[in-house]
Structure formats: structure tokens, C-alpha cells
């Protein structure tokens, strides 16, 4: 089996049982428009150009990896049927209101989170380039409580998998509202960057200040971007696309996780922002330029039909396919009437953000990230699709986990230079463009991968994980020396 | 991703300070008192340390999911659809159950075929009885699974809820059919004022197949029931589709009775009859409704359930010929604009008027309003901007705004839509048909907007839907 050239290797994680379980009657959560969006790619054709994956039920084991033993104890343990016994426990979770208690509630905590970790697993691997996971994105849940309809935070879990084998994780939040649940995990380190662009001001969940910006070690590396009602696609991308620039340049990470949250799209039960489902793929858009391993996550959207027309769009984004406006028949057609069409339309709300507004933001913030330990002449930038090549490459069409790991990622990333900097162009125009001039550590897998591109084209799976080990080890000599912070591994 | 607005699911643990709608400047954005994200041992995760790749990759991994199909260059997108549309219709795969076989065989899809009468997919687990049950426990209780799931304990909650979400599709489906049997009947009603119809159809969106049996359509009508077919056959007692025929020969002679409008010669004097009768466009086939009442018990499930597919990939196809039409209509607008920068033509233009290009510009604009690009390329010898002082100057004169206006009537109609939550309805202005996109460039789209006419209203399609209902 060979991979076309420029399409990136795409694993979605989805199970089937997801859509059936229901949060109680009102609630405007519906893990039913997880199939919706499924049973949309699936009859658009997109579903047969992916790897799909049926996830495994993380283990409560892997949840207390973040998650407290005792909260993940109480979610296992309560029932709709037995919570009367646990009134205190519920209280002290936050568990009852927002965050009801349902039938099957452990279940679709382990399903959402066993996706989201997979993903990681799997882009650890090298073994895809985009993971998508749209059962996940919870972006609320804290360590030890439930928060907006969220309870276990597999962004959380998916980035502390990622954290094994890249030294810095970017994490960047398109839903409506803020990002807390990650943020305030990764909130003290810098290994993690968390970005949020979010509505700000007598909204859920109140925090999210522009001068919020992370604590300790992880002082400006907690990115908030607050926005007023009405954004559009125009304001939207005016602030995105340079905060987001900005960020992969000054702080270069190694993989990279979006939650696409469809709350933000115009129309939405519960938001108020006027993005279409175009503006809102523009970001994933952005983003997948860049090459990094690239994990997409869902989130919040409360006006379903939407929600699943987003998540298509994005997933054909993903894939680099092109997918008409009229929507295929599917078995829940009629939800998408009276024009049964993927594409929206903004409404006549008013745009509250001032460009004015927008710019103060935009340099408040750019003031922020000149913080960061930078690296002089390192220029990081978006590239066009159409410049991302890599070969084709014969693989195992048996077992997918079985192919060749590196060769795909390696020929696109390029995130470091310690070797040449003429090498790069024109064949890897990744990240890191220019010429690396510090010497902080850079994630251990760099110098395999470079290795990999340096071996023309072609590579045995044993010969480079050889000379991981080596260079892994001259990597970390060097990095022990540097009084930088970012080679900070914690013991 | 949580919600302030909803008053039962207010979470007043997190207020926010209060802060102005039209703030400008960010200094006033910072709130004192906000919320802020904890630190400390409780609140942070623990980072785990940079690893080495483990040398033993797979064995990790393969625990992690179930790979359940992964991609193929090896099978032309054809022959895979192929293959999936013969796994639903024989054997009554779906295709995700379809491409998993196909990827169990190792994209062997030799093998695959072979293989698919081996298993079959789980049949539908819900009885009419389950059915029925369901409905009237939904109308009493309401959206309250675990009450229903008291009235129904051998279907567990995750049944409930994957049928509820399928019903309401169905039941949205029987509400857009009233609505249009609704719109129907006034306009048939204004039909029996005015003894004419004309133009009163423009504006609606699915089935109505009747008003020209002989514009731009190679099907002929049968002339017992009137529906469409490519067929006829043809008899002493006038051409016949399929059903009518057989009829016909079976009786020795017999005409088959129906419940379908009367034949359209006859149309006008049966205005009385036209009231009983279901919605324009649908038709009931008489035998089949026979085989319903009398037959052995199943016998009208199992016809109904095969209309019901029918229906279904009818839809299918009406919605990937209108992709295939966006497509096409696409690329349509592309070479247009590709041959409009090729060749200019103001050799062509000369900004007097003629009497033809006044009454050319005139029914320009009650085809396309004030779409005066789309004109201008009609017409070919005038620009965009005469077309525009054309109509400020002659306004008056030729009564413009009166055409406008008529023009706008046509293309704005209200149409009723459920929200998806909560049923409740919502008035939305819309585009005149869900169905046709609005014309814009003249020629490419006046055929385009035919052909999606012929697909929509597939006399086919209604028949069957009306005859399941
Ligand atoms: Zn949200």
C-alpha cells in the first residue's frame, strides 16, 4: 500500500455506542452529535480514507494519571440509581448540576478519554500524522471536579501521553469558552503552552484574563486570548493567525493539540460568536500547515445539526479532501433541513470586538511571548499545502502499527538543524526553517528524525532506533549542562 | 464549553464580574474579583519525563485501539462503492459494516464477497409492537429514559436513545410531508378561485411533478394513474406504466383502480375529489395498499420496509446527482470567468439602446432582479454599469420597481423549520426552494436548475413515500 503523495496520514477514533448515552432530558450536551458527525463523513466517502480506530475504555489507571484516585473512584462507583448515597461526595466533585449523573457516565468518560489517548499513542509512534478524536476535547474537567458538562479531561491525559516523547506541547482551544480545565493542569509548567481564544466577561467559566498567563516555571506560557460577542470569520482570523504564528515561532513545539469546539460557530444553544463553519476550519487549516503531529479533539457545540457539519468539514480539511456543499443522503438527513447543505451562513449580530480592540489584544500579548526564552534567527512559519511532499512509501497494509514509523513524519518535520541548514529547503520546510543557535534540549526522537531525512529517503526501522539511543543520549549531555528552563525534565 | 444561559443548569459557583457590552479598551476588559485558575498540588498535572522511543513499538501499540479499516490506493473509489452498494442491497450491510469485511480480508475484495453471505448484520431488534409502545410512552413521559426504559425494561437506555434519535428523523420527515400537503391545498384552493395555477408553484420545493407533463421531461405519463415512467406500454385502452399493465393483463382487460389524482385531462373536474386525496405528487398504489389489509401478518411490514429502502436510495440518489450538479455548476463558473478575461468585449458595447435590449434588459430583471452582471452577460452587449443607469434612468418609465418587487415575492418565501432541540418552531427566511441554488450566472444554471428539477421530483419517490405512510 502506498500513501499519495501530500495527503497526510489521517487515524480517526470513534465508538459506536458513543451517541447512545444522554446527559437527561434539557441538557444541552448530546453525545448523539458524535454520530451525526460520524454517519456525515461516513456517507461523504472521507471515512474510507482513514484509518479508523474503535478506542479502547481507559482504564481508570490511565485517568489517575491526571485525575485524583478518589474522584476517579466516585465516577466509576455512582449511578443515577444509587446517588443519593454519595450526596456529600457529589458536592465536593461538583458532580449533580452541570454535570449530571447518567447512565453509562463512567463508560463514556473511559470511551472519550480511551480516544483521546490512543491519538496520542499513536502519533508518539510517528505512525500518523493528524489523529482526530471527536468523542474527546472536555476541555473543562479539573483534577479532582467536574466542570461544564465535562468530568474526565482527555486533552489532559492526551498531552501527558504526548509529554513521553516530545519535550513541548502546544495546546490551542477554538471553543467559545475558555480552556480552564487544560490551562489550569499545565499551568505551572513550560513544557505545555496552552492558548485560548475564548469569550471573556460574565460567561462560563470566568476565568480566562489576558493577564492570566501562567504561574512558576510556566510564567507566559498560558496564552489567553479574551473576545467579546459576535467574532466573525475576518475577526476571528485577524487574531489567530498571527497570535498563532507567533506562538510556533517563539515557543517551536514538537506536537501540537487543537480542541475544535463548535460552540463558537454562529447559531449556536449556548454560544455567541458569529463564526461559519468555513472561518472555524480555517484554524484547523492553520494549523495542520505546519506539519507538527497534530491531534484534533471536539468539544463544546450545542446546536447539533451544526456541530456535525463543522466536524465533517474539518475532518475533510484534515484530510486535504474537497467535499460538495450538498450533503449526502444519511440517516439523520432531515436534521439538516430546509437546505441540507454543509456550509452556513453568519447571522446579522453585531461584531463587538473592535479591530482597535483586536490589535491591543493582539500586542499586549506579543509582549507576553518576547518573554519566552527565544531562539535568535529561528524563523517558524506556516507553509502552503501544496509545499508539504513526501515520498510514497511501500507499507504493510495488514497491520498498520507495523509500518514503517518514521519515514512519513520525518520527511515533512524538520524541527531542528543541528546539522545543515541548506539541507531543509525546498525538501523539508516544516518548522524550523533557519538555523537552530541555542543549545537547549530539543525532544529526545529530534535526532533520529534528522538522521532518517539524512539517509536518503529510505530507512530500515532497526538502524535509526539505534542511533536514537546514541544521539538520545549526546542530546541529554548537553541539555543537563544548560541552565535553560526548557530542559526541564521533572524528577 | 459549559452554559450561563440556561436558567436550570446555572452553575453559580464560577459568577464573573460584571463587564460592558461595548468595551474598547482592554484595561477596562481586566476584572477585578475574576476567576482565577488555582495552583498547587490538587490543581496540576504531573509531567511525566521525556522518554526514549521504546524499541518495542508494536507490541505497545496494538492494545491501545481496534483498527477497524484503514485505506486502500488498491481499489478504485468505483468498484469500492460498488461493493458496498451490493453488500446493502443483497446481503443488508451498511457500508461501515461492509468496508469492515472488506478489511478483514485484507482488501482482498474477492475474498470479501465470498465472504458477506456468511454473516449477517444484526437485524433490527425493535418489533411495531417495541415501536408503538415507544411512541405513546415519549408522548406521556417525554425525553425521560430511564421512566420509558420502566415501560420498556428488556431495551436497555442506549437502545432507547439511538432509537429516539432515528424516530425524530422519521417523524421530522411525516411534519415536512403535512407541511407541504398543507401548502398544497391553499394553493389548491386559490387554484379553484382563479381556475389557473400559474406561476403559484414556482416557490415550492418538492412534489409537484405535475404541472407540465411535456416541459423539458423525455418520461411520459401513464394514462390510467399518471405517474411518470420511461416506459409505457402500450394498450387499447392507452399507454400504461408497469403496474397498470400488469393489472390490465391480469384482468383480462381491467383498468386499475387508483387513489392517485384522476388523469390530468380530467384534472379540473374533480376539484371535489381533490380534497380526500393525499398531497399532489404522492399516489397510492392500489395493489400494494390491498396486499397491506389482507395479507398474512408481516406481509405489509415487509412491503412497507421495502418501499422504505426504496425511498431511501432514491434520496441518495437525488443528493449525489445535486452534488454532482454543485460540482459541475462549479466548474461551470470557473471556465466562464477563465473565458470572460480571454476574450473582452467592448468592440461590442455601445452604451445606446436599442428596442430589443430595453425589452432584453426588462425580462433580465424578472428573471434575475437586480442581478445586473447576470443580465449584462444575457444580453452580451451591455456592460454591468449600463445596465445600472438603465435602471435609474428608465425606472419610472417602465415601471422597474414594480417588476423588482415581484421578483423579490418569488424569491423570498417563509419557511417553517423545527429546531433541532426542542421542537419548537422557528420562522426562517430562506432561499425560494431548499432545493435550487439561486441563479446567478444565466445560461450555465438555467439548465443546471432544470435538470435538478427533473431530479427532485421523481414521481416515483412520492408514490412510495405516500403509499408507506
Ligand atoms: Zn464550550
Redesign the pocket.
Known sequence: MSITPFKKRVCYYYDSDIGNYYYGQGHPMKPHRIRMTHNLLLNYGLYRKMEIYRPHKATAEEMTKFHSDEYIRFLRSIRPDNMNDYNKQMQRFNVGEDCPVFDGLYEFCQLSAGGSVAAAVKLNKQSADICINWGGGL??AKKSEAS??CYVNDIVLGILELLKYHQRVLYIDI???HGDGVEEAFYTTDRVMTVSF?KYGEY?PGTGDLRDIGAGKGKYYAVNIPLRDGMDDDSYESIFVPIITKVMETFQPSAVVLQC?A??LTGDR??CFNLTVKGHGKCVEFVKRYGLPFLMVG????TIRNVSRCWTYETAVALGAEIANELPYNDYFEYFGPDFKLHISPSNMTNTNATEYLEKIKNRLFENLRMLPHAPGVQVQAIPEDGVRNESEDEDNVNPDERNPQSITDKRIAPDNEFSDSEDEGMAPGVGGGGRKDNRSYKTVAPARKQARLDSNRMEVDEPEFNILKDDKEDKSVSSDDSNKKDAVKS | ???DNLEDLKNGKRPATSANAEIMDIDELIQENAEKIRVGRDYQAVIPKLLVPPKNRRERLNRKALLVWSPTENISEIKLNEYILLSKEKYGYNSEQALGMLYWHHHDMEKALSDLSNFAPLPDDWSTDDKVTFESAFNSIGKNFLRIKQMMPDKPIASLVKYYYLWKNKRKKSSVIDRQAKKLASVRANENQNGSREGSSSAESEPDDKKDPGEGSSKQSCSICGVFVTTLHPTQKGSMCGTCHTHFRRTNGGIRPTLGPPRPNNRHLNVARNKRLPPRGMYVNHDDLQSIASGSNGQGETVLSAMDDEVVSLKCKIQSNKQEIGHVHKKLKLDVTEFRNVEPTPSRVISRWSNDEVMLAIQGMRKYGKDFKAIAETMGTKTQTHLKSFYSHYRKRYKLDTILQKYDAEQNTVIIELSDDEDEPVIRKDEPSSTITRQSTPSALASGTRLINKLTLNPKAHQTAAAAK
Open positions: 476541555h473543562h461544564g458538562f471553543d467559545v469558552h475564548h462560563f469546539g460552540d463558537s449556548l454560544g468539544g463544546g457545540g450545542y | 464549553m459549559a452554559n
